[in-house]
Nanobody
Framework: QVQLVESGGGLVQAGESLRLSCVASGSIFSINGMSWYRQVPGKQRELVAT???????NYADSVKGRFTISRDNAKNTVYLQMNSLKPEDTAVYYCRVIVSSRIYWGQGTQVTVSS
């Protein structure tokens, strides 16, 4: 079993920055893809950014140029650096990891951006 613990969410003003972290623990041999998703009430969860085991990254168009995903394989951790935050970035952010072809989700961390 794999557990994910997210941290770093909070309340900020538009234009400010936050850094989210997600640490994986448990029965881990190797982690494949690591991703961040977000969800607002009444809407589907959407992909924000993803990073492969080799370090290749992809971003949603809405966050390109503002958000950066990275990972530290030695620490089983994925990060999301969020700069120039906008009110429309307000959501619960979830990390998702793939371990041995199984998908695991974190519990979510709230990010609120005031205008």
């Amino acid at each position: 079993q794999v557990q994910l613990v997210e941290s770093g969410g909070g309340l900020v003003q538009a234009g400010e920055s936050l850094r989210l972290s997600c640490v994986a623990s448990g029965s881990i041999f190797s982690i494949n893809g690591m991703s961040w998703y977000r969800q607002v009430p009444g809407k589907q969860r959407e992909l924000v950014a993803t990073i492969s085991s080799g370090g290749s990254t992809n971003y949603a168009d809405s966050v390109k140029g503002r958000f950066t995903i990275s990972r530290d394989n030695a620490k089983n951790t994925v990060y999301l650096q969020m700069n120039s935050l906008k009110p429309e970035d307000t959501a619960v952010y979830y990390c998702r990891v793939i371990v041995s072809s199984r998908i695991y989700w974190g519990q979510g961390t709230q990010v609120t951006v005031s205008s």
